[in-house]
């Protein structure tokens, strides 16, 4: 996505705010949703990423929206994620955020970066 967004010209702030999204969200998608689909969207004005896995759910969005709270495994902490940081990352460097997620289902997060 990074090299196709710098192709067609996007500014590199904008490459560096949909970049950061989608691997904090690619991340997420793998060591909480044992992986998933990355679906990217690019329009003259804005980029839109959806990251849809098939695992758990997120039982409390806005408790994962919090900075530092993280229900990652020992296995992935040990390789040096799990910080708590993903999701706050995501909406710090978006311009618009949906996550929906269902138990048991799975979880779809909706990312927007707008062309300036």
């Known amino acids: 996505m ?3 967004l710098m192709r067609l010209g996007v500014s590199p702030a904008n490459v560096k705010r949909a970049a950061i999204a989608m691997y904090e969200a690619e ?3 793998v060591i909480h949703g044992g992986g998933g689909v990355a679906v990217v969207s690019v329009s003259p004005t804005e980029v839109k990423i959806e990251i849809i ?4 759910g997120i039982p409390d969005i806005d408790q994962a929206m919090v900075a530092g709270f993280s229900t990652a495994p ?3 902490r040990e390789m040096g994620f799990g910080a ?3 999701l ?3 909406k710090k460097n ?3 955020l949906n996550i929906d997620s269902k138990p048991a289902v799975g979880t779809t997060v909706t990312m927007t970066v707008h062309f300036n």
């Open 74 to 76: 020992d296995t992935a």
């Open 2 to 4: 990074k090299k196709s």
């Open 94 to 96: 978006v311009d618009s």
């Open 27 to 29: 991340i997420n998608a």
């Open 84 to 86: 708590g940081m993903g």
């Open 53 to 56: 896995d098939q695992g758990p």
């Open 88 to 90: 706050p990352n995501i």
